[in-house]
């Protein structure tokens, strides 16, 4: 079975500019979460969808937007950007049973430098 | 104080060594714990995932629960050098409609031949 994969893998932009990554889960999966990736922050949840509506939303702006299609193919938007954006994104999916041992898998991220 | 606390390490040791990597949690509600691996320039691929207390065996690695004290442990027997990589921890909690792990923020571990 195919791993999640992401696209672009890595990216370049400046400041001001807008971003849109994208994910796509393993086949069967229905939940998609994204998370941002620091060195001083570690892992920090930015939001879940499920069955195309965003389900839990993590502590960061409304510049970070997320949405997914009935695929279960998710797309994150980063609008505005600033230096502090600049971060490896993570996108996991799961089978979305919204149990605790609904365990997730991640994929190899898209590493966005923002200058 | 963060929910989950994990030592950034790096922990450096000799191939061969027993390695022991932990995290310390506050949520006692926690109730699945799992440990992820990551690579330089990957994503997190998982290790292992226990369920409330007890240990866990997998060939070399053995994930060990401890809920009463909020402390959980990985182990990696005979370690080598391809196991360098960085270790999270992760426990599940409740928020909104789902279970959302909680990560700690990983520990380097290092083995050198």
């Known amino acids: 079975k195919a791993g999640v994969t992401q696209t672009p893998r890595y990216l370049i932009k400046t400041r001001g500019q807008q971003v849109t990554l994208s994910c796509s889960p393993i086949?069967?999966?229905?939940?998609v979460s994204w998370y941002q990736q620091t060195p001083g922050q570690g892992l920090q949840f930015l939001f879940e969808?499920?069955?195309?509506?965003?389900?839990n939303k993590g502590n960061f702006p409304g510049r970070f937007s997320g949405r997914q299609f009935s695929n279960s193919r998710s797309e994150m938007n980063v609008s505005t950007l600033e230096l502090g954006d600049s971060a490896l994104y993570l996108c996991a999916s799961s089978l979305g049973t919204g149990e605790d041992t609904d365990t997730q898998y991640f994929g190899p991220g898209t590493r966005l430098t923002v200058l | 104080q963060k929910e989950v606390e994990q030592d950034p390490g790096p922990l450096s040791v000799p191939e061969g060594a027993i390695v022991s990597l932990n995290c310390t949690y506050s949520?006692?509600?926690?109730?699945?714990f799992m440990w992820y691996r990551q690579y330089s320039r990957k994503g997190p691929e998982l290790l292992m995932y226990t369920y409330s207390s007890g240990n866990k065996e997998d060939g070399r690695f053995t994930a060990q629960v401890d809920k009463s004290s909020k402390y959980i442990s990985l182990f990696i027997r005979d370690s080598q050098p391809s196991d360098s990589a960085t270790y999270l921890c992760?426990?599940?909690?409740?928020?909104?409609?789902?279970?959302?792990?909680?990560f700690g923020r990983g520990t380097s571990l290092i083995v050198h031949p």
């Open positions: 969808y499920f069955s195309e509506t965003q389900r």
């Open positions: 949520n006692s509600a926690f109730q699945y």
């Open positions: 992760a426990m599940s909690g409740r928020s909104g409609g789902s279970y959302i792990p909680t």
């Open positions: 086949s069967g999966h229905r939940s």
